[in-house]
């Protein structure tokens, strides 16, 4: 599938496909965009807005090309230790968490389900108008239970990135 409109790919229903090329636009999808096993993404411009779900080789950086309504918000994903292979999806959301979490917070979050892996690396890169309060202030959270767990200031604010080494849950 090739992504090539700058007005946007609207779709209601999973897409899979062997191999994406995102040129310019969204692909815009309220359920998935199921990357083959073996099979390719190559970004030019443009992303995913909605869940990607891809194969992961274990100790190989997977970058799944997310996003919102108005920005591209990447995230790339190591799996470490877990399968040799296995299904991760992600999607960005494009707002704040619905739980308020403080002054110094993103208006994007991202949701990530890796089945089977139990430790991976990720970093996560936002836009600078996602900030409210300080970015120097940001602290990455998990939200799971009803409840947050601080998982430590691991922000690098010059590359507007999160970077978190070691995590282990989703």
Do not use: C, H, Y
């Given at each position: 599938v090739t992504v090539n409109n700058i007005q946007s790919i609207n779709a209601s229903i999973d897409i899979p496909v062997a191999s994406l090329q995102l040129l310019a636009g969204k692909l815009k999808t309220s359920e998935k965009v199921i990357v083959a096993a073996g099979g390719t993404v190559n970004r030019v411009a443009g992303w995913v807005d909605g869940t990607l779900?891809?194969?992961?080789?274990?100790?190989?950086?997977?970058?799944?090309?997310?996003?919102?309504a108005t920005g591209y918000s990447p995230v790339v994903f190591q799996a470490n230790l877990g399968p040799a292979t296995g299904d991760v999806e992600i999607r960005a959301t494009e707002d704040a968490h619905p739980v308020p979490l403080g002054g110094n917070a993103l208006r994007r979050y991202w949701n990530i389900l890796a089945p089977g892996f139990s430790l991976a690396d990720l970093m996560l890169r936002y836009n600078p108008t996602d900030v409210v309060g300080t970015e120097g202030n940001l602290r990455l959270v998990r939200f799971s239970g009803g409840s947050w767990t601080s998982l430590g200031t691991l922000t690098n604010p010059i590359a507007h990135e999160v970077i978190h080494i070691g995590a282990t849950a989703f």
């Open positions: 779900r891809r194969t992961v080789n274990l100790s190989v950086e997977t970058t799944f090309d997310v996003g919102g």
